[in-house]
């Protein structure tokens, strides 16, 4: 498509990417751009400007170009005049290119499935293949430049960034074993690896998510309507399941891409080749309705079909996450797992050889929105153990609640949506790696998060000392105040059942939502089995369970009053949502420490180190991100 430039060209001189195909595809990209610019002012008192200016942009060719680079002797004159107009235009392309451009730097590399070559090899090629680009197009700018006199003075190159937006590696889509009804999904050539543009931020045409994603009663996708030359296809191991997304190649939907490549994990195509995916997602398909939007099984070919459709109201980046991990949920429900809506971090807690006092030595995240928890049998008979897996290796953070030193620490690693929004700000950083994610650990504390209820100054804001059928009605009321990023108003409470685990199975009232009864049924069958290996764990005391209260929304809930709010410690309103998280993470550490201590009482060895897994579970804004920002400065963990 054309508002999209993909680059599979090899070129090595500055020679050859004058002459190259991909030049050319540019300078006519950027020829229609502007003049498509000039025309709106046809009718201004600038029309004969306007038309002289569109006369000479139609009269630039990349041959003008090759014959400037390829000239031994010095300009001078009206030659010179007329070259330095000529590469006063490229440069301007240069900028557009950087800036406004989206590009795809593109390797066809089916013998990797064959070869023996690590996957970090292959990154590397890739990403020296985006290096050697950059460097060229730098390069033969600087060359154009100094042969029409443009090289006086200061050399700014150095902090030109110029990288194609995604450089990746592709497999024929043919390789995955799709159902004969999805055959056109087989012709989009897949995405294996990728070296994407960081540290830049995109605006997309919506700014909150406004429409549910609930299931259909008929699938979504048509494979006769379904372009494969519209769409790029990136295969996701979300979880221990892979769906692949198919994003479509124009500009509000292709934004997506390095959004969620930055978000999610590849699959291993080498396990993937031959094999059929769990799931399908498609973003911005343009012969859908709102009528598609959402999933539907496909019993009969055993794969869940995800769509959004491509309406300007559905261009944000939550359309992306949510449903990818609402298919997730699914599978999750549909294999007796429990999905949980939470935040989960793995302690490392040493004792210290002289005083055997604990603390924190390091601290791994899990997952910072959703994951899964799976019982696995214990030594003893009828034991189990609830495990935890995550599904992210990256954060959607929301900038609204964060620091200025948060914020630094994740410049240049992020994609941002939205910055100059005013509110809702987000933009995707990593925060883990896969290893830690994949790797299920042992389910230590499990907290609801609370995030508008104040508590006294002295009391501690993790509350454990409540039974498990108390606990489990806080998971299952799932209550907090909305920042107002989605659906609900600012400062009221709005309730959804275990904080919304996508799908929403029940109704603010608890009653079953008629599109996922069934699996709002089997949910209540995988969470009695859940709630039976806790009860057991609480009482040996081998695990805790209750609420953890950040106050983060404490300020903006609308029946908390200024008197009420002074009473708690909070003498400003708006500096709750910074001190409430704090105050919740200092209390957090000392819980994590005593938990620390009992869990190495408990064990036959006097062991100097344990790990210690939260997951603390609420929907957005409930103070995850926020308490582990505060963690980090309570405990030194970074400094910039």
């Known amino acids: 498509m054309e508002e999209i430039f993909e680059i599979r060209d090899v070129c090595k001189t500055s020679s050859e990417l004058l002459k190259s195909k991909a030049f050319s595809q540019y300078l006519n990209v950027y020829k229609n751009e502007f003049i498509k610019q000039l025309k709106l002012r046809e009718n201004t008192d600038q029309k004969e400007e306007v038309l002289h200016k569109i006369e000479y942009i139609k009269s630039i060719k990349p041959k003008i170009y090759i014959k400037i680079f390829e000239n031994k002797k010095d300009f001078s004159g009206d030659i010179l005049m007329k070259h330095r107009q000529s590469v006063k235009f490229i440069d301007g392309c240069f900028h557009h290119y950087r800036k406004k451009s989206y590009t795809r730097l593109i390797k066809v590399h089916n013998e990797i499935l064959k070869s023996k070559e690590s996957a970090e090899a292959i990154k590397d090629r890739i990403s020296k293949r985006a290096n050697k680009l950059t460097d060229l197009i730098l390069e033969t700018r600087r060359a154009l430049l100094t042969k029409v006199g443009f090289n006086v003075g200061v050399r700014r190159s150095q902090g030109l960034e110029c990288q194609p937006n995604v450089t990746c590696g592709e497999i024929s889509g043919s390789n995955i074993d799709l159902p004969k009804s999805y055959s056109n999904l087989n012709k989009v050539s897949l995405t294996t690896h990728a070296d994407m543009r960081t540290g830049i931020h995109y605006t997309t045409h919506a700014n909150k998510r406004a429409f549910p994603f609930y299931a259909l009663n008929h699938n979504p996708y048509k494979n006769k309507k379904f372009n494969p030359q519209e769409y790029v296809a990136i295969p996701f191991e979300v979880g221990k399941w892979n769906i692949l997304a198919y994003i479509h190649k124009s500009r509000g939907c292709i934004e997506m891409e390095p959004g969620l490549l930055n978000l999610f994990p590849f699959s291993k195509v080498r396990k993937l080749s031959g094999n059929k995916p769990d799931g399908i997602f498609i973003f911005g398909c343009p012969n859908s309705t709102m009528e598609d939007l959402g999933y539907f099984f496909d019993k009969e070919n055993n794969i869940l079909v995800g769509l959004i459709p491509n309406l300007d109201d559905c261009k944000y980046f939550g359309y992306g996450k949510k449903p990818i991990l609402t298919l997730h949920n699914v599978l999750c429900i549909l294999n007796d797992e429990l999905p949980l809506h939470c935040g989960c971090t793995r302690?490392?807690?040493?004792?210290?050889?002289?005083?055997?006092?604990?603390?924190?030595?390091?601290?791994?995240?899990?997952?910072?929105?959703?994951?899964?928890?799976?019982?696995?049998?214990?030594?003893?008979?009828?034991?189990?153990?609830?495990?935890?897996?995550?599904?992210?290796?990256?954060?959607?953070?929301?900038?609204?609640?964060?620091?200025?030193?948060?914020?630094?620490?994740?410049?240049?690693?992020?994609?941002?949506?939205?910055?100059?929004?005013?509110?809702?700000?987000?933009?995707?950083?990593?925060?883990?790696?896969?290893?830690?994610?994949?790797?299920?650990?042992?389910?230590?504390?499990?907290?609801?998060?609370?995030?508008?209820?104040?508590?006294?100054?002295?009391?501690?804001?993790?509350?454990?000392?409540?039974?498990?059928?108390?606990?489990?009605?806080?998971?299952?009321?799932?209550?907090?105040?909305?920042?107002?990023?989605?659906?609900?108003?600012?400062?009221?409470?709005?309730?959804?059942?275990?904080?919304?685990?996508?799908?929403?199975?029940?109704?603010?009232?608890?009653?079953?939502?008629?599109?996922?009864?069934?699996?709002?049924?089997?949910?209540?069958?995988?969470?009695?089995?859940?709630?039976?290996?806790?009860?057991?764990?609480?009482?040996?005391?081998?695990?805790?369970?209750?609420?953890?209260?950040?106050?983060?929304?404490?300020?903006?809930?609308?029946?908390?009053?200024?008197?009420?709010?002074?009473?708690?410690?909070?003498?400003?309103?708006?500096?709750?949502?910074?001190?409430?998280?704090?105050?919740?993470?200092?209390?957090?550490?000392?819980?994590?420490?005593?938990?620390?201590?009992?869990?190495?009482?408990?064990?036959?060895?006097?062991?100097?180190?344990?790990?210690?897994?939260?997951?603390?579970?609420?929907?957005?804004?409930?103070?995850?991100?926020?308490?582990?920002?505060?963690?980090?400065?309570?405990?030194?963990?970074?400094?910039?």
Request: charged share 30%; glycine share 8%.
């Open 347 to 640: 302690y490392v807690v040493r004792f210290d050889s002289k005083t055997n006092e604990p603390y924190i030595f390091d601290s791994f995240v899990k997952a910072d929105d959703m994951g899964r928890a799976s019982l696995i049998n214990g030594d003893l008979v009828n034991t189990t153990i609830p495990y935890f897996f995550g599904t992210e290796t990256g954060a959607f953070a929301c900038l609204d609640g964060f620091s200025e030193h948060a914020k630094m620490q994740m410049e240049g690693r992020e994609i941002g949506y939205n910055k100059h929004s005013g509110t809702n700000a987000r933009q995707i950083v990593p925060v883990t790696n896969y290893s830690e994610v994949a790797t299920g650990s042992e389910l230590d504390i499990l907290l609801y998060l609370n995030n508008y209820d104040l508590i006294e100054p002295g009391k501690s804001c993790m509350d454990t000392n409540m039974s498990v059928d108390e606990a489990l009605e806080h998971f299952r009321r799932g209550a907090r105040v909305a920042a107002g990023s989605t659906q609900t108003h600012r400062g009221e409470v709005e309730i959804s059942y275990w904080a919304n685990p996508f799908p929403l199975l029940k109704d603010k009232n608890w009653v079953d939502l008629p599109q996922h009864s069934d699996l709002s049924y089997k949910f209540k069958k995988i969470e009695e089995k859940f709630i039976k290996s806790i009860k057991k764990r609480v009482e040996s005391g081998q695990m805790k369970i209750g609420v953890a209260h950040s106050m983060l929304m404490a300020g903006a809930y609308s029946k908390n009053t200024t008197t009420k709010l002074k009473k708690h410690g909070f003498e400003n309103r708006d500096l709750v949502e910074h001190k409430g998280p704090e105050r919740a993470a200092r209390d957090m550490v000392n819980l994590i420490k005593k938990a620390a201590v009992d869990k190495r009482n408990k064990m036959k060895k006097n062991i100097n180190e344990v790990d210690i897994t939260v997951a603390t579970v609420g929907d957005s804004r409930t103070g995850k991100s926020e308490m582990a920002e505060k963690m980090e400065g309570v405990l030194n963990m970074s400094l910039i």
